[in-house]
């Protein structure tokens, strides 16, 4: 997949991308189907005992959004066993594909550099507060390490990084 421009979003909750991914990461999921929320089209639910993982990879790195992210809560309190997904469509005429919101980044440690060349870097949650800082099993404590998969662009806006943006299932 050739590099896509997504903007890494700490004030959004979910996911937003282009409906042809975002319906093909629900395609994988049993049961799952499009939903209209408050009027708005482009969001999907599925059965919430489901254990759902997507992952995403950035710079070559791939992290998974546990499934606990992914589930956005119940459609309704009339309804408690359809849940919403945290993925949503979000198709944009201006130059970022992705919205990626709190629910990828509270699986990741992230850093962020506004001098210089803006940059976003992201390190995988380690056990016992250790950050796994490359795609090896490798943890350090080195917190000064800069994270595996650190992307940059030259982006007036700071926060709008090129990255390789890949959704698949790990069912």
Do not use: H
């Amino acid at each position: 997949m050739s590099a896509t421009a997504a903007v890494i979003d700490t004030g959004t909750t979910l996911i937003g991308g282009p409906s042809a991914a975002v319906a093909s990461v629900y395609a994988q999921i049993a049961n799952a189907e499009a939903v209209t929320v408050d009027g708005e089209t482009g969001y999907y639910s599925y059965p919430c005992e489901q254990t759902v993982d997507v992952a995403f990879t950035f710079g070559g790195v791939s992290y998974s959004i546990p499934s606990a992210n992914f589930n956005a809560g119940t459609l309704s309190s009339d309804d408690t066993t359809t849940c919403l997904g945290a993925l949503f469509v979000v198709d944009s005429s201006s130059s970022y594909t992705w919205i990626v919101g709190d629910a990828f980044l509270n699986g990741v440690y992230s850093a962020f550099r506004f001098s210089g060349t803006p940059a976003v870097g992201f390190a995988t949650l380690g056990s016992g507060g250790t950050i796994s800082a490359n795609d090896s099993a490798t943890t350090t404590t080195n917190t000064s390490t800069s994270p595996a998969g650190a992307v940059s662009a030259g982006s007036a806006l700071g926060l709008v990084a090129l990255v390789t943006v890949v959704a698949s299932m790990l069912l």
